[in-house]
Nanobody, 128 residues
Framework: QMQLAESGGGLVQSGDSLRLSCAAS????????MAWFRQAPGKQRELVAA????????SYTDSVKGRFTISRDNAKNVVYLQMNSLKPEDTAVYFC?????????????????????WGQGTQVTVSS
């Protein structure tokens, strides 16, 4: 079981940037795909970005393409989400997740149900 801890959320203005971090412990981080999801009030949890075990394949939801960047540092057991040009509609709780069902999966999966380790989440609020 991998423990995940997010940090870096906060209250910002439209157009600002934030970088979220997710520190992993208790598992072999470098073998597994990681993802960031978000959930706004009254909405379903949705994928923001996913990255495979070595960072060579990445997937983004359309609404964040060109603004957000997911990356990972396997030496530090950390996955990042750089968020630029933030918009009020990006306001949500952001969750880090790991898919530990299969090591060295070539492409990251994109469904929330496919991820079996979750952090507690960090709030991102973007004011207009």
């Amino acid at each position: 079981q991998m423990q995940l801890a997010e940090s870096g959320g906060g209250l910002v203005q439209s157009g600002d940037s934030l970088r979220l971090s997710c520190a992993a412990s208790g598992g072999t981080f470098s073998r597994y795909a990681m993802a960031w999801f978000r959930q706004a009030p009254g909405k379903q949890r949705e994928l923001v970005a996913a990255i495979n075990w070595r960072g060579g394949m990445i997937s983004y939801t359309d609404s964040v393409k060109g603004r957000f960047t997911i990356s990972r540092d396997n030496a530090k057991n950390v996955v990042y989400l750089q968020m630029n040009s933030l918009k009020p509609e990006d306001t949500a709780v952001y969750f880090c997740a790991a898919d530990t069902s299969f090591p060295f999966r070539p492409a990251p999966r994109t469904g929330a149900a496919e991820y079996d380790n979750w952090g507690q989440g960090t709030q991102v609020t973007v004011s207009s």
